[in-house]
């Protein structure tokens, strides 16, 4: 069993430290795990955002294996992604093309439980993004209005403090309307899509994952620091009535207050 630290940070969430990447992913898993149950002892679809990048990759290898995938109920699931490259799936780019290829495609779950950004079909990015909305309204009950809610958001966070695809040097992350966003970042110079904060922030449960020692340096700039949401985008995701969680390895940690070795 690893040792596990839980700082509340109030407003700015509850961070769990967990020992190393592994816990991380651990951790991650049962989290989504225990989402879906309670969705399935509650009658309901799990309306479940996947995040991109690389830290999630872990955990998705560990819910293909029997003990995990036990758990899970994915028979009530709804995949969708945070944010998307604007790439094909086939692409090793692309966030859903990856999760796919990495364990959905293993798992229990159907095509049309798989819910990815439209990157294939030569519409424009602004479609891509509009047609995800479409898409969410019709698997959250919301095509009349309001904001869908999702039961978990995964997201990750750059070195840059960016999440989704809300990066420094855009304006994504003034928007407080939109549910999707397509945009074109320029430290990237490419087109990416992302739930706008809006969305993110009407989710029961938004959980971060961020892992390794060159997290650090941003993580406690984002938990501890002034709230700059242009230096650092990641400080914008608030739930309005969910909660906010980060998971974290120690690596990540180190250099927060209530860490172990947090410099004092
Ligand atoms: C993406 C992600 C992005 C990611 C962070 C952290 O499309 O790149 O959605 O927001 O979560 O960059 O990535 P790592 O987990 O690989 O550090």
């Known amino acids: ?22 816990a991380l992913a651990q951790a991650a898993a049962a989290e989504f795990a225990q989402v879906s149950q309670s ?3 509650a009658g309901r679809t799990a309306l479940i955002a996947l995040s991109g990048g690389s830290t999630p990759k872990r955990m998705g290898q560990l819910l ?7 758990r899970v109920r994915w028979d009530v699931c709804q995949f969708f992604w945070g944010d998307e490259r604007w790439v094909p799936l086939s692409s090793p780019d692309s966030n859903a093309g ?11 779950v159907s095509n049309d439980q798989m819910h990815s950004w439209d990157t294939e079909t030569g519409i424009s990015p602004a479609e891509a993004a509009a047609r995800y909305e479409h898409k969410i309204r019709k698997y959250s009950g919301t095509r009349d209005g309001g904001v869908p809610v999702f039961d978990l958001v995964f997201v ?6 960016h999440t ?3 990066f420094p040097g855009t304006t994504a992350m003034h928007d407080t309307e939109s549910l999707t966003i397509a945009h074109h970042v320029p430290k990237l110079n490419a087109d990416r899509l992302t739930f706008g ?13 961020v892992g390794g020692a060159g997290k650090a340096a941003i993580l406690k700039q984002v938990l501890e620091g002034e709230v700059n949401i242009d230096l650092t985008p990641s400080q914008v995701i608030r739930p309005t009535n969910g909660t906010l969680e980060w998971i974290v390895d120690e690596a990540a940690a180190a ?9 004092r």
């Open 156 to 161: 990750g966070m750059g070195d840059d403090g």
């Open 1 to 22: 069993m690893t040792t596990e630290r839980v700082i509340d940070l109030g407003e700015r969430g509850t961070v769990r430290i967990v020992e190393n990447g592994e």
């Open 255 to 263: 250099n927060l207050e209530g860490s172990a070795d947090g410099n």
């Open 98 to 108: 990856e999760a796919m290829r990495i364990f959905l495609t293993n798992a229990p």
């Open 64 to 70: 293909n294996e029997p003990d995990y995938a036990a």
């Open 197 to 209: 904060p809006a969305l993110a922030n009407a989710a029961k449960k938004v959980v971060f994952l």
């Open 39 to 41: 969705a399935a002892d």
């Open 164 to 166: 989704l695809s809300l």
